[in-house]
């Protein structure tokens, strides 16, 4: 299974990103994903997480009301929209996932990780 992010960029505060990730060698509706940040000299910070079926998502309280998190199971594909980015975001994100009917914020318990992309907010 390899997991492949796009979407990453250069945005000033206050602005918006759209992430994607894409899931490629096996079905994606198998595994819960979740999307995960690092920022240099920071642990890795869970963001969010969505069920297999997509009907079950959390998220972390930092993004909570401004990220949203999304997937397309027949594209194999992940999402996360993030809004009102913050200069204190800068950072590479994650997407993940495991083969799992469960949520989970956990990064130790996800399987696959895409290489990340680089979010940089500008002040």
């Known amino acids: 299974v390899r997991l492949v992010e796009s979407g990453g960029g250069r945005v000033q505060a206050g602005g918006s990103l759209r992430l994607s990730c894409i899931v490629e060698?096996?079905?994606?509706?198998?595994?819960?994903a979740g999307w995960f940040r690092q920022a240099p000299g920071k642990e890795r910070e869970f963001l969010a997480t969505?069920?297999?079926?997509?009907?079950?998502?959390d998220y972390a309280d930092s993004v909570k009301g401004r990220f949203t998190i999304s997937r397309d199971n027949p594209k194999n594909t992940m999402f996360l929209q993030m809004n009102s980015l913050r200069s204190e975001e800068s950072a590479v994100y994650y997407c993940?996932?495991?083969?799992?009917?469960?949520?989970?914020?956990?990064?130790?318990?996800?399987?696959?990780w895409g290489q990340g992309t680089q979010v940089t907010v500008s002040s």
């Open positions: 969505i069920s297999f079926s997509g009907r079950d998502i």
């Open positions: 060698g096996d079905f994606f509706s198998r595994y819960t």
């Open positions: 993940a996932a495991v083969e799992s009917p469960l949520l989970t914020s956990r990064d130790s318990e996800y399987e696959y």
